[in-house]
């Protein structure tokens, strides 16, 4: 299973972003976006993820109120639809999927130490900044 992410960039405060993330195949449980921040000893974090048989979004609270987690109906295209982005949004952002479970990625309940259990993109910048 391969992802690789696109879609990632410089944008203003209160700009929008989509970012689209490819994946070889659709034979995954849970597919999901995480985001490694510019601050040391701040780990990895997952912001959204889809479970793989119905769709279900769940998204962090950090993000709910702006961002959108979304897929094509081939499953092998997920977007993450970004809104009224902050500084505090800049990081690199990864997306990742896993055939381990469709909640590996909840962003309430992963922790990095799960990562090997995923396929990983090369991630995308975004930089928020005027």
């Known amino acids: 299973l391969q992802l690789v992410e696109s879609g990632g960039g410089l944008v203003e405060p209160g700009g929008s972003l989509r970012l689209s993330c490819a994946a070889s195949q659709s034979d995954y449980y849970s597919i999901g976006w995480f985001r490694q921040a510019p601050v040391s000893g701040k780990a990895r974090e997952a912001i959204a993820c889809m479970s793989s048989g119905d769709g279900v979004t769940y998204l962090a609270d950090s993000v709910k109120d702006r961002f959108t987690m979304s897929r094509d109906g081939d499953k092998n295209t997920v977007y993450l639809q970004m809104n009224g982005l902050k500084r505090g949004d800049t990081a690199v952002y990864y997306c990742?999927?896993?055939?381990?479970?469709?909640?590996?990625?909840?962003?309430?309940?992963?922790?990095?130490?799960?990562?090997?259990?995923?396929?990983w993109g090369q991630g995308t910048q975004v930089n928020i900044s005027s």
């Open positions: 990742a999927a896993s055939k381990f479970s469709s909640s590996w990625c909840h962003p309430r309940f992963y922790e990095e130490e799960d990562s090997a259990l995923g396929s």
